[in-house]
């Protein structure tokens, strides 16, 4: 199926990301994940957030099937599922950056 035609089951799905993603300190949570695998200590450390927080943003993270969990000893280790997620992420990083760059061209343009 084309990127442009999505099916409604498709289309609902995609929503549910999109707005999982909407809360700025899971999004901040998920680029981290594109990383090396992190235990939740780190995380938090990395975000600026309290762990329980993070341990809860991190639950919604896995139900959506964006970030995994794999066990080492007594630690929990997160990273994002597979490259499609690295790449959903980066992309929108990228995007950002180069919008913020294009209105920087304009306004010194002025």
């Known amino acids: ?51 329980s927080l993070v341990s809860h943003h991190l639950r919604v993270l896995r139900a959506a099937r964006f970030v995994k969990a794999r066990k080492r000893g007594k630690q929990v280790f997160y990273v994002a599922t597979d490259d499609r997620v690295r790449c959903i992420v980066r992309d929108m990083v990228g995007h950002i950056d180069a919008v913020d760059q294009d209105n920087t061209e304009e306004s010194d343009d002025r």
Do not use: H, K, T
């Open 1 to 51: 199926m084309s990127p442009s035609v999505l099916g409604e089951d498709q289309a609902v799905e995609l929503a549910e990301i999109f707005r999982m993603l909407g809360d700025a300190n899971r999004l901040r949570i998920a680029i981290v994940c594109i990383g090396e695998p992190l235990c939740v200590g780190d995380i938090a450390d990395q975000v600026g957030l309290s762990a």
